[in-house]
């Protein structure tokens, strides 16, 4: 529930626009005040008289309005609201944001602003592949901005990909999971999860069994502990949690580079199960039959992420959280882990067939810290998920 939180809701110029008519009742629906600012472009999709009519509140349009100035200056509408929610995020709005431009009333308002913000990007898929648009989303999540979707599907403009502005539900998700007061509350934190796909060539990879479930869960936990979660995932069957600001990637080596791209943090919790090895080389084109026998692939190491962030110096997160997945002699492979790594806790569990945990839904874990080890009883990953996120809220207040 939103009652009583203020949002500040800028409509940017896009097809998406549209959606920011249910997205308005969504929120009212669920008790919040939503001060709407309508772009000059907006306007053109949306008209300023169902906008207001729906967030039941005057519409805030001109930076140089004389009389809205004397209700209510720019400078302080950025200040009331709980949360400031750009929907839809254009191109040129986050390209306006990411350097600090101010040349109308939503982008002053941006600057202005003290309070967290959160964007739904909609737009054309070639323009938000675009490096420009990439760079501009690198920098506004290391501003500390939450992002929400944009989704993939068939867009406005016939093309087809991600660019979509997240459905109204998905981004009212995400403004609660942002909103709540927890005792993550103002705290970052970074999950890996899913398996990484390693090319072999442009159609064939080297992948593993893992779905992501226990670090969506874990990541789901965080938010609704009021943490900003960065996820990012490899390709996983389970979809991402609501709430969460998802980065996805394929291989080893962009998990990296995201994963480095998304701190500072205060904790890391590294729940994918990565490739380890990659194949060198990997062919740019498809590799075919011939009449010369089998295809041999060489293999390289990929960088171990864990291990990077857990040695790194004044970027290190306050707590690094890994995982073991170990099938015999658990608590002395996974002690030895903790201590190879670098990392502040291990979190190892029984995979051996017998347990089914792989897979499953339950799973049966020790926690290993500088202090000892726990042993937790078996239970469902979800409960998992929740004893982890507040231990390491414990350890965030200490
Ligand atoms: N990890 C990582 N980057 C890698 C490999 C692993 O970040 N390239 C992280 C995983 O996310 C997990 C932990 O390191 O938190 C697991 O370590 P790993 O050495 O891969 O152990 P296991 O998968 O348990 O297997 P093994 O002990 O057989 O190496």
Redesign the pocket.
């Known amino acids: 529930m939103l009652a009583g939180k203020h949002i500040l809701l800028i409509i940017g110029g896009g097809i998406a626009a549209f959606k920011a008519l249910d997205l308005i009742r969504r929120l009212r629906e669920r008790g919040a005040l939503v001060t709407p600012v309508l772009t000059r472009a907006g306007e053109e999709f949306v008209t300023p008289l169902s906008v207001s009519a729906l967030a039941g509140s005057k519409v805030y349009r001109d930076l140089f309005d004389l009389g809205d100035e004397a209700e209510m200056g720019h400078i302080q509408l950025s200040r009331v609201a709980d949360l400031v929610l750009v929907a839809p995020a254009t191109a040129d709005l986050m390209a306006k944001m990411a350097v600090g431009l101010a040349n109308d009333l939503a982008s002053t308002l941006l600057l202005a602003t003290d309070t967290p913000v959160m964007i739904a990007p909609a737009m054309n898929v070639r323009m938000w592949e675009h490096a420009a648009t990439q760079r501009n989303l690198a920098t506004l999540r290391q501003d500390g901005i939450s992002v929400v979707g944009p989704n993939e599907g068939d867009m406005a403009c016939g093309e087809y990909g991600p660019g979509r502005m997240a459905e109204p539900m998905e981004i009212v998700a995400a403004v609660e999971e942002r909103l709540v007061d927890g005792p993550l509350s103002g705290k970052r934190v970074l999950v890996?999860s899913g398996p990484t796909h390693e090319p072999i060539d442009p159609v064939r990879y080297i992948a593993n069994r893992s779905s992501g479930a226990q670090g969506k869960a874990i990541a789901a936990s965080l938010a609704a502990m009021g943490a900003q979660v960065t996820f990012v995932t490899g390709p996983a069957d389970t979809p991402p949690p609501a709430g969460v600001t998802v980065v996805r990637v394929q291989t080893?080596a962009q998990?990296l580079d995201a994963v480095t791209q998304s701190l500072p943090a205060d904790a890391a919790v590294?729940?994918?199960?990565?490739?380890?090895w990659r194949v060198e080389g990997a062919s740019d084109r498809k590799l075919k039959k011939t009449k010369d026998g089998l295809p041999s692939l060489s293999f390289a190491e990929?960088?171990?992420?864990?291990?990077t962030v857990s040695g790194m110096g004044a970027d290190r997160p306050k707590l690094v959280v890994?995982?073991?997945?170990?099938t015999d002699d658990v608590f002395a492979?996974a002690t030895a882990?903790r201590q190879r790594?670098g990392?502040d806790w291990i979190v190892a569990n029984d995979v051996s067939p017998e347990t089914e945990i792989m897979g499953g839904s339950e799973n049966a874990v020790t926690l290993i810290t500088a202090d000892g080890s726990e042993v937790w009883p078996r239970m469902d990953k979800t409960a998992v998920a929740r004893n982890l996120a507040a231990r390491i809220a414990d350890a965030l207040a200490q």
Not at 302 to 307: E, F, S, V
Not at 322 to 326: I, P, R, V, W
């Open positions: 890996t080893a998990m590294f729940a994918a199960a990565v490739a380890d990929n960088p171990d992420i864990l291990k890994g995982f073991a997945a170990e492979n882990k790594k990392c």
